[in-house]
């Protein structure tokens, strides 16, 4: 384990010096399922793999859970012990966050939307935090999940806009047997919540038939379907419900296959007081 960025960047140039290509899994640690997949696939496409462990206080807002966000070390390295042997990079907030500290990456026009407007800082503190990552570990290839759709468009607007050396692969959603998102979030929930839930996943199931089986191209008719069936869920609370274009994000009006082939349906849905999100992403066909 690797808790200082002299360190870091020591074992990364020994593995460049031997000519070999680093796979990097940036991760806040409560590791699941969802995170291993992620893992495996940079052991198979990589000749190293570094798995960062940090819970990034810049991306959290005011009243969010930073201070219980869980924090399971312990068991998240015996849980990659099961994937191989990754290197795991463990900084302090101070080792991330020198005194002094006074450089904030901002991102315009993917970041204002969405999650964006509900947690206005909170991309800030990712692209800041990933930047730095990807310096501090001289990466080759970053592996992220689908499931945080909207912020590996922002990972990947910012490595072209900033002409970054690293190639960023999106791995698909790995969710529960009942169709729940994996997330380190779902801990939050109770059994009963945890039920409630499986509204999101029913949406994008229900989005599913009405883009591809009844060729609904009203998307606004769409995001009105998926909105009753959540708020007929006691607990649920909606932030948003979108149909959306994946490349730019963008809200869709109606559907043409020959303007958007592709449509995104994101939700971000609250269950008590635990903020969960998800998504889909439809070939339209023509």
Not at 158 to 180: S, T, W
Not at 219 to 245: G, N, S
Request: net charge negative; proline share 5%.
């Amino acid at each position: 384990m690797i808790s200082t960025v002299d360190a870091l960047r020591l074992w990364s140039s020994r593995w460049h010096a031997a000519g070999k290509r680093i796979g990097f899994v940036p991760t806040m640690g409560a590791l699941h399922e969802g995170h291993l997949s992620l893992v495996r696939a940079a052991n198979e496409r990589c000749d190293a793999t570094l798995v960062s462990i940090f819970v990034n206080p810049t991306q959290f807002g005011p009243g969010e859970d930073y201070a219980k966000y869980p924090r399971l070390l312990e068991q998240d390295l015996e849980l990659l012990k099961t994937v191989g042997t990754p290197e795991v990079f463990v900084p302090s907030v101070t080792e991330m966050y020198p005194d002094g500290f006074a450089t904030n990456i901002r991102i315009g026009g993917v970041s204002e939307l969405l999650e964006g407007r509900f947690r206005p800082s909170h991309f800030d503190g990712v692209a800041t935090v990933v930047l730095k990552l990807f310096l501090m570990s001289g990466a080759d290839v970053a592996f992220f999940g689908q499931k945080d759709f909207q912020q590996v468009r922002l990972v990947e607007k910012m490595v072209a806009d900033l002409n970054v050396p690293i190639e960023i692969v999106v791995c698909p959603i790995v969710r529960e047997a009942d169709g729940l998102a994996m997330s380190s979030r779902n801990r939050y929930l109770s059994p009963n919540q945890r039920e409630q839930a499986l509204v999101l996943s029913r949406c994008l199931n229900r989005a599913e038939q009405l883009l591809l089986s009844e060729r609904i191209n009203d998307a606004r008719q769409i995001q009105r379907d998926l909105t009753k069936m959540v708020q007929t869920v006691p607990e649920a609370t909606i932030d948003y419900i979108a149909v959306a274009d994946p490349k730019t994000l963008q809200e869709l009006d109606l559907i043409d296959a020959a303007q958007t082939p592709e449509v995104v349906v994101l939700l971000a849905v609250k269950i008590g007081n635990t903020r969960l999100i998800d998504n889909r992403l439809f070939a339209i066909d023509p």
